[in-house]
């Protein structure tokens, strides 16, 4: 899959918003901070097309990107940030599962788990409630260059990746597709876009 073109849309508050169109979708899902955004600039080799930051609820609306005038890669605001979690859980979930439930042209839900830090619990609750909810999964682990610097703990992001893993394994039967990247590096690059157009066949 070659990329020849990216740009950006529209931004939508909810998902009657979103485009009308007929043009297949991906859906870049995870918790704020993970490099949601990161990885969309990643894959369409451009700066900043979507928005980036260092604090945590950088998006906050529905963004499409529409890449090579054929198809969508959407951006979607993180969750799991706020200082009081339970209320910012259920306004992402408010926000964003009438989008994953309804939107017809979505192929498959992106869930970035950052595989810098050990399993959170808040992406398991996230994978089993798209999984209980029928919603294609592919896993994209981001920030794989990333070590910690201290000894304190930190493990390598292949053995976070490894332990996400065998939780998810109990529950699910099947582990969903999984693909390691860094948006520092481009590692991945290649492989997730040929994973995309794979999933709905280009
Ligand atoms: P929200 O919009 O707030 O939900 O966050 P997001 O998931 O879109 O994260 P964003 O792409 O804004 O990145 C958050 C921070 O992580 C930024 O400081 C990025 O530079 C950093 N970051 C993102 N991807 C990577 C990566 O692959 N490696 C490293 N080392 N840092 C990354
Ligand atoms: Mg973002």
Sequence with gaps: L???????IISSTDVSKCPDTDKPE???????NVGKSSLINMVTNRKSLAMTSKKPG???????????DDWYLV??????YAAAPGKARSAWNEFTKDYFLNRKQLVTVLLLIDASIAPQEIDL?????????QVPVSLVFTKCDKRKKT???????????????SMLKETWDELP?????????????????????QLRSF
Excluded: M
């Design 75 to 80: 951006d979607l605001p993180g969750y799991g």
């Design 125 to 133: 609750e996230c994978a089993e409630w798209l999984g209980e909810n």
């Design 151 to 165: 000894k304190a703990g930190g493990k390598h992001p292949t053995e976070n990746i490894a332990d996400f893993e």
């Design 177 to 197: 597709p999984k693909i390691l990247t860094s948006s520092v590096t481009g590692t991945g690059r290649h492989e997730l876009l040929s994973h995309l157009s």
């Design 58 to 68: 950088k998006t906050q609306t529905i963004n499409h990107f529409l890449i090579n």
């Design 2 to 8: 070659k990329l020849r073109s990216a740009e950006f």
């Design 26 to 32: 991906f859906a870049v899902v995870g918790r704020s």
